[in-house]
């Protein structure tokens, strides 16, 4: 179902009022986590302004210690409707659960999986079955093979709205947090009709890594990028370290403008 032999023409995948596809540069931006209504709110008027398209913000955070922020949970779901209320930015929130899955669909327009979650098959399933569209990130230790797996998972339950999500995987080298692998970006438009987007945030977590891989990934030919701003990245909860400032990410969108349709 996701192979592009039976689907010749690329899929143009909806959330929100957003269109996901070649036609257009999609921006999907905010903050690691959803850490209080105020912060999200700042975001996502900040993000707006500088042209992004879809909200992103992580109620639900599969962090790599117990001990660290986990997430606001279904609270942090309703600050991102309420963003999307004042804002009108489309929202995308990454779930773990069945339980997340449920509490979604009610709050955002499109849901992620992440990559520790790529193979969680059930969750695909889970996915496949919410009815919202599905950004499915790339596992770190996943081939293309093994991703366009997972998205056939979701697909089969009858919910053909999949984003491919290239966000690093894991190599040998350690200047990066992961190695963004550019050469899945042609490689899967020649496999598959899905729209594909880059995310040089956790592809590299280091700020400075960050704009010239998200032109870099825009002159591949990705469909969109998703990036992490934070209004104070000092003071963030999680991922500041790779989170853009508020000027830096208008900085970025300016320079892409003659490169891509932006909104
Ligand atoms: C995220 O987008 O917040 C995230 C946890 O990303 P990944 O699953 O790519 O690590
Ligand atoms: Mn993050």
């Known amino acids: 179902l996701a192979n592009k032999k039976f689907h010749p023409e690329p899929s143009i995948i909806k959330a929100g009022n957003t269109e996901i596809g070649p036609n257009n540069l999609t921006i999907m931006a905010g903050p690691c986590a959803v850490e209080s209504e105020a912060q999200l709110m700042k975001i996502a008027y900040a993000v707006k302004a500088a042209g992004a398209n879809i909200l992103r913000g992580g109620a639900y955070k599969p962090r790599t210690s117990p001990y660290a922020f986990q997430g606001l949970e279904e609270e942090g779901l309703r600050y991102m ?24 669909v009610k709050y955002v327009d499109m849901i992620q999986i992440g990559a520790r979650n790529m193979q969680n098959f059930y969750l695909l399933k889970e996915a496949g079955k919410s009815g919202l569209p599905v950004l499915l990130k790339r596992g770190f230790a996943a081939t293309i093979d093994e991703w366009l797996n997972a998205a056939e998972y979701i697909i089969a339950e009858g919910n053909p709205n999949v984003v ?22 042609p490689v899967m438009k020649e496999k598959t009709h899905l729209p594909i987007i880059v995310d040089p945030s956790h592809a590299t977590g280091v700020r400075a890594y960050v704009a010239p891989l998200a032109k870099a990934a825009v002159a ?44």
């Open 81 to 104: 409707l309420n963003a999307k209320a004042e804002t009108g930015l489309t929202t995308i929130c990454e779930v773990t659960s069945l339980d997340a899955i449920n509490a979604a």
């Open 220 to 263: 591949a030919g990705a469909d969109g990028l998703m990036i992490e701003v934070h209004d104070n990245p000092a003071k963030a909860l999680s991922d500041g370290p790779q989170s853009l400032t508020f000027e830096q990410f208008d900085t970025l969108t300016k320079e892409l403008r003659p490169y891509a349709q932006l909104s």
């Open 164 to 185: 491919l999500c290239e966000r690093g995987i894991r190599t040998f080298e350690t200047a990066t947090r992961n190695t963004l692998d550019l050469s899945a970006v």
